[in-house]
């Protein structure tokens, strides 16, 4: 069992958490637990695992330093990759970094007033653009699915037009030779 430590300086900060083996045939344990000691997330013999902590933006959880322990069941040396993000939010669910209300000095604070506008403004034209991504994906998924349906409708009628002209044809030479001695 190998365990990494992290510090955590915000109650907001939201974690996203990966970890896989490099070869996919050694299962592992992932544990994270709170500066406490408590188990916040612990998911067991697989050989990828992925999660968020807190599950929900927005909830709170302690500060201090959090521990992911990995381990598995093999006996040889496991390869692991290991990648850890974390957004220090505020109150307001806005990423911050834990440093920033360190630093007095008014033109950096009008400077990070400025880029905190920008990154809003990026951020918020992210945003548009994901969602009119979702809607087009939903729209072609639609359109997908009503030419699969006229494509299966096509196909049952030339099937049923072929077999149609099968029958007659079969049915007149049926007529001609039964009226031919």
């Not at 990828?48 to 040396?77: A, N």
């Amino acid at each position: 069992k190998e365990c990494l430590f992290f510090t955590i300086h915000q109650p907001h900060s939201q974690m996203d958490i990966s970890v896989s083996t490099l070869n996919t045939e050694y299962p592992l344990s992932v544990e994270l637990l709170q500066p406490t000691g408590i188990s916040a997330r612990k998911s067991e013999n697989s050989g990828k695992h992925y999660f968020k902590f807190p599950e929900k933006d927005g909830l709170v959880h302690e500060i201090g330093d959090f521990q992911l322990c990995v381990s598995t069941i093999s006996r040889q040396t496991v390869q692991v990759s290991l990648i850890i993000v974390i957004y220090e939010k505020n109150a307001k669910n806005i990423d911050v970094a834990s440093n920033l209300n360190r630093i007095d000095s008014s033109a950096t604070t009008s400077t990070f007033s400025n880029f905190e506008k920008i990154t809003l403004s990026i951020d918020e034209k992210l945003q548009i653009m994901k969602t009119e991504q979702a809607k087009r994906a939903f729209v072609e998924k639609i359109d997908r699915s009503h030419i699969e349906n006229a494509f299966e409708m096509i196909n049952f009628w030339h099937i049923l037009r072929v077999f149609a002209v099968l029958f007659i044809a079969g049915f007149q030479v049926h007529a001609i030779r039964s009226l031919l001695p």
